[in-house]
């Protein structure tokens, strides 16, 4: 129990979204019974299962004979970091931003035992890199999967909406990360090379997230999760003792922080008026919103008042680069580094990704409709 306890107690972003969430609701008219209904549970168990799953799959030790492998294969920092960027991006347009990071993180933390890399900063450009790779596709991230959902485009078209960003924001990243990785050989440490690893736990975790990912696409999720609980009390408890579950309260206080501020009085009046607003105020405002408050919630904000455009398509995704919940993805990523200077760090980063991506996103709008 205390286990379980330990990552609640030491929470401080846990703490503060809490204590937020208190203030917000002094001020905001709400139904208790409308709580339950704020949060966005599919979410929730999505999360919960990719936990389980990815904490499976570490726990069989086999991240370390990747990660082994990748330290053998790559002789310097910088090459190894842009076949790690690229492989998150890619990843994340198929597989979501969120399942990208869920794979890659905790292999890349594997590489601080075989190496002196800079892991943290690798983890940093791998949370920028499944946000800018995400946004290609309609289903790369949920905030898409909503827009897609609302507009008329195919998967092709939105796809054809997207790319121009994409390409720019992709090519910039990688620029960045040239300059941000030292050209210099990787030291390696010695590491006794008989570790040995769970095939067993393994092959059930592989075979779990296939059956959990067809799920997810059947909208079973529920039932695949109480499928993965089964399965993990059997073969393997530590798999759910060593999961931080602190995390899924963080997003659970998230969602209900958001309702509370869309629920705020003061904020009614300008929210009936987004539709009257202009080009630049739409991109402005989703942007802005995506800061404080995610890119997601802000999409489902906005689709209330505005059509499921290119720009704000575009601006939502933009959205998810700058301040750290500008996506859950950031959060995801930071947390599982488990390192407390990562949450400074990450915005000397994102937050010039974030301008330089908005300069070349209203760049590239105009030049379109100028055309």
Not at 140 to 153: A, D, E, V
Not at 214 to 233: I, T
Not at 324 to 339: C, Q, V, Y
Request: charged share 10%; hydrophobic share 60%; net charge positive.
């Amino acid at each position: 129990m205390a286990t379980l306890l330990r990552p609640f107690l030491h929470d401080r972003f846990l703490h503060l979204l809490v204590v937020l969430g208190v203030v917000l609701a002094c001020f905001a008219p709400f139904k208790s019974a409308e709580l339950v209904t704020a949060v966005d549970w599919n979410t929730i168990i999505t999360l919960c299962g990719l936990l389980m799953l990815t904490k499976g799959i570490e726990l069989s030790g086999y991240f370390e004979v990747l990660g082994r492998r990748l330290i053998h294969r790559f002789q310097r920092e910088r090459t190894l970091a842009l076949f790690m960027v690229t492989g998150a991006a890619l990843l994340s347009t198929f597989l979501t931003n969120d399942v990208a990071l869920f794979i890659l993180v905790p292999l890349t933390l594997t590489l601080r035992k075989f190496s002196s890399l800079p892991v943290s900063r690798l983890i940093i450009f791998e949370a920028l890199a499944v946000n800018a790779g995400s946004l290609l596709t309609p289903i790369g991230n949920p905030q898409n999967i909503l827009l897609w959902s609302h507009g008329q485009l195919g998967f092709a078209g939105f796809i054809l909406q997207m790319l121009p960003l994409a390409a720019l924001t992709l090519a910039s990243l990688w620029l960045l990360t040239w300059f941000s990785f030292s050209k210099k050989q990787i030291q390696r440490h010695a590491v006794d090379e008989a570790s040995g690893w769970q095939r067993r736990l393994l092959l059930i975790s592989v075979a779990m997230y296939g059956v959990f990912i067809v799920a997810l696409e059947l909208q079973l999720a529920q039932w695949a999760l109480l499928l993965l609980l089964a399965v993990f009390l059997c073969i393997a408890r530590r798999v759910l003792l060593s999961i931080d579950w602190s995390l899924l309260a963080v997003f659970i206080a998230m969602f209900i922080d958001v309702f509370f501020l869309t629920r705020l009085p003061v904020l009614q009046e300008p929210l009936q008026h987004i539709s009257q607003l202009g080009d630049g105020g739409r991109y402005l405002l989703a942007i802005g919103l995506s800061q404080i408050i995610s890119n997601v919630p802000a999409t489902i904000l906005l689709l209330n008042s505005l059509p499921a455009s290119t720009l704000l398509a575009w601006a939502v995704n933009i959205g998810g680069f700058g301040l750290l919940p500008g996506s859950l993805a950031n959060l995801i990523a930071l947390r599982m580094a488990k390192d407390r200077r990562i949450w400074w760090h990450f915005h000397l980063f994102s937050i010039p990704m974030l301008l330089w991506s908005m300069a070349l996103a209203w760049g590239l709008f105009l030049l379109i409709n100028a055309a």
